[in-house]
């Protein structure tokens, strides 16, 4: 998944997000069906690693496609629902482990849902952003007319026009993770907002591996750990409505690490396991929120040229913070609280950081790094 978040996310700069969105779900089906019915561990460990590198691309193109498709104003939806599903899915995963108890159809189901996804090819429509980006003004007038005539609106002749302080022109050259770094205002966002991704990751996967430490069914404490998530990310579309994405994204990381700081005071206390649930899932809630915060903040503040990239490049960082977490967990044998004392610190740390980024809720996307740079 590291190599891939940003691997695909670069070609999906060069040959448009909607072929590298499928290449990633045929990858991903394929490896899959592999792993189901793999004959012994070499094989499961090279067909899994396969289900890694196409998830990552499948996640981040995904994300970014659903974005560049609507206008300023409807973002915060897709945005955050795109997260709910995910949620969902977390919850139909324990539904189907608990109807399913052969781990290998229980792989081969969840390939053969995500195959599925194949046939809606001729739904989802290529970005005309980065068709217009691309200089195929064309094919962005025939989809842009199209969803307009859906939509019961007219099309202005404006709409084709990439617009910026310094009349910025289509771009036909390929970019690189070079490109991340070479520009101050480029360079400092993505050097927090990777920070950022990497401490809600790292917070986020610790409890949710936690997560049988609820006690009871492990079904059960699976599903409570996924339902916390929902009504986290509508709170979350209140938030970012009410308050702006900059205060939503860094106020949530800062809170789930103060839940963290609470947490490590009652862990491992007998008696004290109700305030050690409570305060672990309230961390979770607010990691949720910032998550999905995190994906809506990365699309508005990386220009279309590069944006791809720019959210493979946060989402190898939070694969760092997800490999991180199962081993922060184990630093438990040098004290109980010591594994939520580090998560807490990690996440004041990185809220604190994200809070200097600009405000980009219901500001229209930048399109090149040259017009970042004149708007900085």
Not at 40 to 50: P, S
Not at 242 to 254: A, M, P
Not at 275 to 301: C, P, R, T
Request: charge should be positive.
């Amino acid at each position: 998944m590291m190599f891939s978040c940003w691997s695909l996310g670069s070609l999906a700069e060069r040959i448009g997000r909607k072929k590298v969105y499928f290449l990633s779900i045929g990858l991903y089906s394929v490896f899959a069906f592999g792993c189901g019915l793999a004959p012994n561990f070499l094989i499961f460990t090279l067909f899994r690693a396969g289900m890694g590198f196409g998830d990552g691309g499948l996640a981040v193109t995904m994300y970014v496609l659903s974005m560049e498709l609507v206008g300023p104003t409807e973002r915060t939806y897709p945005g955050v629902m795109c997260q709910a599903f995910f949620a969902a899915g977390f919850v139909l995963l324990a539904c189907l482990a608990y109807l399913i108890s052969s781990w290998r159809a229980l792989i081969v189901v969840g390939a053969v849902l995500c195959f599925a996804n194949l046939f809606t090819w001729r739904m989802i429509p290529e970005s005309p952003r980065w068709l217009m980006l691309k200089g195929r003004v064309a094919e962005a007038r025939q989809l842009l007319t199209w969803i307009a005539k859906r939509n019961g609106k007219h099309l202005l002749e404006s709409a084709f026009e990439l617009k910026g302080p310094g009349k910025v022109q289509p771009q036909s050259g390929s970019v690189s993770i070079l490109d991340l770094l070479k520009g101050k205002t480029i360079r400092l966002r993505t050097t927090i907002l990777s920070s950022h991704w990497c401490a809600v990751s790292l917070v986020y996967y610790a409890l949710s591996l936690s997560a049988g430490d609820l006690g009871g069914n492990r079904y059960f404490s699976f599903v409570f750990s996924g339902l916390v998530e929902i009504p986290s990310y509508v709170l979350t579309i209140v938030a970012l409505n009410r308050w702006g994405i900059r205060l939503t994204n860094s106020g949530s990381l800062l809170a789930a690490g103060a839940f963290c700081l609470l947490c490590a005071g009652f862990v491992g206390r007998g008696g004290a396991e109700h305030f050690s649930i409570g305060f672990s899932l309230a961390g979770k809630f607010a990691a949720s929120a910032s998550f999905a915060a995190a994906y809506l903040y990365a699309v508005e503040l990386f220009p279309t040229q590069v944006r791809n990239l720019g959210v493979g490049v946060c989402s190898l960082s939070a694969r760092i913070g997800g490999i991180a977490a199962p081993l922060i967990l184990l630093t438990d044998k040098w004290g109980a609280p010591v594994p939520m004392l580090v998560m807490g610190t990690m996440a004041l740390t990185a809220g604190a950081l994200s809070s200097v980024l600009p405000e980009t809720l219901n500001k229209p996307l930048p399109e090149t790094l040259a017009e970042l740079d004149l708007h900085s």
